[in-house]
């Protein structure tokens, strides 16, 4: 079953340079796991929308990711895939600690993308927790060390960063900094700069932000490398 597993991946990756995204429409025309495209499909999404389709193909590829797309847009998912697929082409298991870590500006949407990923990412079998603080803390994850994927604020991420020696970062590979521009807004920026600064720097970034403002653009050039900017303009539905 390794080898099997081993081949399967090997493939997927040769085709992520066969693509033509001009015929792209489902999920299923992209080379994605049937872990991912079985959680897709039992969640009844059929098909990427603008900023899924304008950025999935390279976040697979392993690039740095700089996304526009307003809210509503679909972005959760645009960063949730490659999350998931990163990790299972490196044959993450749930013994190999952090892999992934996602910063939102608030615990609303940090347990709306928790919610998500336990949906679309059951089939993987990845460990996933919550780092958000806040009056009561029952959504946040005890076995902290035991996680993969790591959901949380970017002031309680620093608070466990600096304080808890069961949040280790070393083995981190892919970041994702969601409403990067909402962040800043909150008055997060030497947070999200700590954060940033002390994270291992051969890893993939994925940076959403509905505005391009200065402060985003300084975050864009401290935490991203090379970044395939994807700029999605919807219309309204
Ligand atoms: P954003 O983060 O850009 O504000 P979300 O990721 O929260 O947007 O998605 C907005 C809504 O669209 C959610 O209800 C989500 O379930 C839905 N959605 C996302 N992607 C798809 C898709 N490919 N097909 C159908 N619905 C989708
Ligand atoms: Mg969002």
């Given at each position: 079953p390794h080898v099997i597993e081993f081949e399967k991946i090997k493939e997927l990756q040769r085709s992520y340079d066969k693509v033509d995204l001009s015929k792209v429409s489902t999920f299923a025309d992209l080379p994605l796991s049937d872990h991912t495209l079985n959680g897709l499909k039992d969640n009844s999404f059929t098909h990427p929308t603008e900023i899924q389709k304008a950025s999935l193909l390279y976040s697979l590829q392993g690039n740095d990711i700089l996304g526009a797309a307003k809210t509503g847009s679909g972005k959760t998912l645009a960063f949730l895939i490659p999350v998931l697929e990163s990790l299972y082409c490196q044959r993450w298991t749930r013994l190999d600690g952090l892999g992934a870590l996602i910063l939102t500006p608030t615990r609303e949407l940090a347990l709306q993308i928790f919610e998500t990923l336990k949906k679309v990412g059951k089939n993987h079998g990845f460990s996933a927790g919550l780092i958000i603080g806040g009056?009561?803390?029952?959504?946040?994850?005890?076995?902290?060390?035991?996680?993969n994927i790591v959901i949380g604020t970017p002031g309680r991420i620093l608070q466990h960063m600096n304080e808890n020696p069961l949040f280790d970062c070393v083995t981190m590979k892919i970041l994702v900094l969601d409403e990067a521009d909402r962040c800043l807004d909150m008055g997060f920026e030497r947070d999200m700069n700590c954060i940033i600064e002390n994270l291992p720097p051969e890893r993939q970034t994925l940076l959403f932000s509905a505005t391009q403002t200065k402060s985003v653009k300084d975050l864009v050039r401290l935490s991203l490398r090379n970044p395939m900017y994807v700029s999605v303009h919807e219309h309204a539905k």
């Open positions: 009056k009561d803390l029952k959504f946040e994850t005890k076995r902290i060390d035991q996680c």
